[in-house]
């Protein structure tokens, strides 16, 4: 079974400072990695995935996440925020095989960006 | 906009009544998946179908079943709810049944009283 963990539940930063949320996951087998974003009272939107490939993955609206096996993290970065990526972040894991597509999320970053 | 559909967007019922949620896919999109939304839970799988078939299951309740029809919406059936059913229910859809990006509707925000 795979789990994650975001270590941060809410993340306060000033606008156009950098930010790093971070997530780490447990699996036995391998597994392919998203992050997932949630406006309030909007659906999640996909920022990035890692399935294979360079460790480090860049997604929309300047995010990017760097995948460290080792470390087993996927922690996401932004150099410099916007008030507009004021939102709740997801990680997330799907370790394939029998479990298809099934994602297993983490509990949420709420990220609070301040002007 | 995701390109998937929820119906309705809210939905404020009893306990012990059943109610039915509804998703339309995104074109294309053979996946389906069902996901609660809970403040002690947090985003929770509950069930994947693609073209039709069942493909994998999280922790559904069994007052809870799904199905995904030959047009390829789904529907997701709650049954004797009780009030800690109450959550924001997710649809999603992808192209494909495994590592694929998945595109979530806004959700059906269910109230049980």
């Known amino acids: 079974a795979q789990s994650v963990t975001q270590l941060d539940s809410q993340v306060p930063v000033f606008e156009e400072a950098p930010v790093e949320l971070r997530c780490n996951y447990s699996?036995?087998?391998?597994?392919?990695l998203f992050w997932y974003v949630q406006y309030p009272n909007q659906g999640l939107q996909l920022l990035l995935k890692y399935l294979s490939g360079s460790t480090l993955v860049k997604g929309i609206n300047g995010f990017e996440a760097e995948f460290n096996k080792s470390q087993t993290s996927f922690h996401l970065r932004k150099p410099s925020v916007h008030i507009s990526d004021t939102a709740e972040y997801f990680c997330a894991v799907t370790a394939g095989g029998t479990s298809y597509g099934k994602l297993t999320f983490g509990q949420g970053t709420i990220l609070t960006v301040h002007p | 906009d995701s390109g998937v559909t929820q119906t309705p967007k809210h939905l404020i019922t009893a306990t012990g009544q059943r109610v039915t949620l509804r998703c339309s896919p995104r074109s294309g999109d053979l996946s389906v998946y069902w996901y609660q939304q809970s403040l002690d839970q947090g985003l929770q799988f509950l069930i994947q179908y693609y073209n039709g078939e069942e493909r994998a299951k999280g922790n559904i309740l069994e007052r809870f079943s799904a199905q995904q029809f030959p047009d390829l919406h789904s529907e997701l059936n709650l049954s004797s709810l009780e009030l800690g059913d109450s959550a924001l229910y997710f649809c999603a859809s992808s192209v494909g049944q495994v590592y694929n990006e998945q595109f979530f509707g806004p959700g059906t925000r269910l109230t049980v009283l």
């Open positions: 699996s036995s087998v391998s597994v392919y």
